[in-house]
């Protein structure tokens, strides 16, 4: 955590501009530069920020996510999309799409869902890992043995 | 198409992810580890009797055709690993009901080993070059977190070493492949067979082979690059280390025999006798080491690398005949390494001690254990009936009809200093009078007995059976050295680059 009034405000103030350009990329994404890992790991960038600007403990009891838990449901859910092919007869992971796009989003199919799993799964690994770094201080302090009550400064 | 093949990678992956949500309810998580374990299990069973009545099973991811999407085959060599990996995963599973503390099972371990499952059958049923490197990241990953579950100083240092020797092969494996898609311009591993064995420019071809064998090399613990092996193998807990012991380096071997058999079949001739001399000097080291150690598990894990070794031996001699007994060899040692390693842990864990020093008394106290210990130790040493004689003699079967002879005489020399390391353990931990009083000792068991007598029932099932095992591995090798057959039902009858050239022209 680093302790600055000025971080701490921009970062609330870019919370949610990250987000929404988390969900930008996760949307354009199908043909263009973009998709699920990008964004998932701009949506993660967002809660980083939050970690580095107000505190591992600040972020674990706002959102009151399961980070861990957040990427197993984005795995289960990503793998979910691939079973139409297969309930089909079909191979697994075979993309099935609308056949009208949607004005405003594009077109959409399992393949968009399966991102969106892609998408929860990367926020949740890397703000875990970022969280359990972050906490590993205040879990495992550092042990310095102690004092010697006649120790000499070492000299330098 | 055989789309059936995503069924062992979905069940271990969904049951995975659902363990991981339920971490907290051990009884369920419990119950669906076991249960996704059995699927595989039985789809492993399923798919040995398929491939051997109908051959090589294939299907394409996401519906792709062959030499552009990823391709996930099934050959006789494919499905004695899936077997095995369900297998051991089963057993481990149900030796760690017994053994391991509940802090650590709620800490993921269930879940982890799901993945390692996950992992290792996909490792196992890939026909993409890339795509192999990416499940050997998915069971590393799940093997890191396996190795250092418990957080000790000394899992530590072991994962350390195991972590940094894994990511240099990792990273010769990426830069391999990335080679020979400059070289060949494909990573299907039946249109780079195809098209690495009509290359022109063979010096080449043999570097970018170097790079997969260093990679392979380093992940299966042969020498130069074992060291990391028995330095991390006793440090985590003894169902994990069975696992381990039993599967993790045989991935290695398996991959050696795919990429050497069947992808770069061409240098397979030109690099046997490096292959060969790399076998000869692992199966040595790891005996002599194995000499020096004091530890059942330490012992253990340096015959692991002496008897990669002999694996090894059978890719090295190039035949039908040599990769048959390698095969046979491999699916023999990791069911009877990853027994050895629940009967000593189970006496480990009875005893708290895995120190020589220690323990004792065993064999008294436990007469059963004892009886397995023998049986497991004697089919590792490969004394016939039990199921390492065949493979061994397939072995020197193949070297001696090869004039072979001094990686011959070497691996039946070393069959002798295994006995010696076995029975050094006998003595010290069986024989021995006890090591200070034992009355108060816990008693093994049915949960810890029974995983090591369904693993020795298959051991012995395998040598008394000998002969239909034998015939599998024939097919197996066959089919691993089979590229024309490969390509055909890979890209259909007119191979691989028909269907590229056909794409091209729409």
């Known amino acids: 955590m680093y302790d600055s009034i000025i971080l701490r405000n921009v970062s609330r103030l870019m919370f949610p501009i990250l987000l929404l350009l988390s969900l930008f990329m996760l949307v354009r994404g199908h043909n263009l530069p973009g998709g699920g890992f990008i964004g998932g790991l701009v949506a993660a960038s967002a809660f980083i920020l939050q970690i580095i600007a107000a505190g591992p403990t600040y972020v674990r009891t706002s959102f009151q996510i399961n980070f861990l838990n957040l990427a197993a449901f984005g795995v289960i859910f990503a793998a979910l999309w691939g079973l139409p092919g297969l309930v089909t007869g079909e191979a697994y992971m075979l993309a099935f799409w609308l056949k009208e796009p949607i004005p405003g989003i594009g077109k ?3 393949p968009v869902l399966f991102d969106i799993g892609v998408y929860l799964t990367v926020i949740g690994v890397t703000t875990q890992l970022a969280l359990v770094l972050a906490e590993e201080p205040t879990l495992y302090p550092i042990q310095r043995p102690p004092a010697r009550p006649n120790a000499t400064a070492p000299e330098v | 198409m055989a789309h059936h093949l995503f069924l062992p990678l979905i069940v271990p992956l969904f049951s995975a992810g659902v363990a991981t949500l339920i971490s907290q309810r051990l009884a369920w998580a419990r119950v669906i ?8 299990l039985g789809y492993g069973t399923w798919l040995l009797v398929t491939v051997a009545t109908t051959g090589r099973q294939v299907t394409q991811g996401g519906g ?17 690993m899936l077997f095995l990996t369900a297998l051991l995963t089963l057993v481990t599973i149900l030796f760690s009901f017994a053994t391991i503390d509940a802090r650590q099972e709620r800490f993921y371990y269930y879940p982890l080993l799901l993945l390692l499952m996950f992992g290792c059958s996909g490792a196992f049923l890939t026909g993409d070059l890339f795509n192999l490197y990416v499940w050997f990241e998915i069971l590393l990953v799940a093997s890191f977190g396996l190795i250092t579950l418990g957080g000790s100083r000394a899992q530590l240092e072991g994962g350390l070493k195991y972590v940094v020797l894994n990511l240099f092969a990792s990273l010769c494996f990426l830069v391999g492949a990335g080679l020979v898609y400059g070289v060949a311009g494909t990573l299907n591993m039946a249109h780079l067979a195809e098209r690495l064995n009509a290359i022109q420019e063979p010096t080449l071809v043999t570097a970018v082979a170097g790079f997969f064998l260093i990679a392979f090399g380093g992940k299966a613990a042969l020498a130069p690059l074992f060291f990391w092996l028995p330095t991390s193998y006793h440090t985590p807990s003894i169902a994990v280390t069975a696992l381990f012991g039993g599967l993790l380096s045989k991935v290695g071997i398996y991959a050696l025999y795919r990429v050497f058999g069947t992808v770069f079949q061409s240098e397979l001739g030109r690099l046997a006798p490096l292959i060969l001399a790399v076998a000869g000097v692992t199966m040595v080291v790891g005996v002599i080491g194995a000499m020096a150690q004091v530890n059942v598990r330490r012992i253990l894990a340096f015959h692991i690398v002496s008897q990669v070794g002999y694996m090894a031996m059978g890719l090295g001699l190039a035949s039908v005949a040599g990769l048959t007994a390698g095969i046979l060899f491999m699916a023999h040692n990791i069911v009877v390494k990853t027994a050895l390693f629940l009967i000593g842990g189970a006496a480990e864990h009875l005893t708290g001690s895995g120190e020589l020093k220690q323990m004792g008394g065993m064999a008294r106290r436990e007469p059963f254990l004892a009886v397995l210990w023998l049986l497991a130790s004697f089919a ?17 079967q193949a070297g001696v009809a090869q004039e072979q002879w001094l990686i011959v005489g070497v691996a039946a020399g070393v069959s002798l200093f295994t006995l010696f390391s076995m029975l050094k353990i006998w003595n010290e931990v069986f024989w021995k009078k006890a090591y200070g009083d034992m009355s108060r000792l816990p008693r093994a068991g049915a949960g ?10 298959v051991s012995i099932a395998l040598g008394l059976g000998a002969a239909p095992a034998l015939e599998y591995s024939v097919l197996a090798a066959e089919q691993t050295l089979d590229t024309v057959g490969l390509a055909r039902d890979v890209c259909g009858a007119g191979g691989c680059d028909a269907v590229e050239l056909a794409v091209a022209r729409e």
């Not at chain 2, 580890?33 to 595989?40: G, I």
């Not at chain 2, 792709?64 to 004695?80: C, E, N, R, Y």
């Not at chain 2, 810890?448 to 029932?457: C, D, M």
Request: proline fraction near 7%; charged fraction near 5%; charge should be neutral.
């Open chain 1, 108 to 110: 959409l199919g399992t």
């Open chain 2, 33 to 40: 580890a076991v249960a996704a374990t059995l699927f595989n």
């Open chain 2, 64 to 80: 792709w055709v062959a030499p552009f999407g990823i391709t996930l085959m099934a050959d006789g060599l494919s499905a004695i």
């Open chain 2, 380 to 396: 590792l040493v490969g004394i016939p009936p039990l199921s390492g004689f065949f493979g061994k003699l397939g072995l020197i």
């Open chain 2, 448 to 457: 810890l007995l029974a995983p090591a007598v369904i693993l020795v029932a």
